[in-house]
């Protein structure tokens, strides 16, 4: 017998979100907004704050900004939806300072 359970999502955005709050003090306080395309588009400079070596930014807070990105370019065409799973393959390291735009 194969059961089969589907649960209704209902997501608000929440002001301490990691990611995106504004009023989390420890966040990373990504602000995005739609560019002419439609993307979601934010951008954030990396602090040494999120550092996992010297001078290179963890990649646990890179995967962050693409699940933010994701989440966001997803809200935009109106589905809710959670990550289930997420694999990121690194190209390059990102520097403290350096600034970044992350697109959804």
């Not at 929440?14 to 439609?38: E, I, M, Y």
């Not at 993307?39 to 900004?65: K, P, Y």
Request: hydrophobic content about 50%; overall charge negative.
């Amino acid at each position: 017998m194969t059961l089969s359970v589907v649960n209704r999502l209902h997501i608000e955005e929440q002001s301490t979100c990691f990611a995106c709050g504004p009023d989390n003090l420890q966040g990373l306080k990504l602000a995005f907004a739609a560019d002419a395309a439609g993307d979601q588009v934010a951008r954030w400079i990396a602090a040494s704050t999120w550092e996992g070596f010297i001078g290179v930014i963890h990649g646990g807070i890179l995967a962050t900004l693409v699940d933010e990105a994701m989440s966001k370019a997803v809200v935009t065409r109106g589905w809710e939806a959670l990550t289930g799973e997420l694999q990121v393959r690194y190209l390059a390291s990102v520097t403290s300072g350096e600034a970044l735009l992350i697109r959804g």
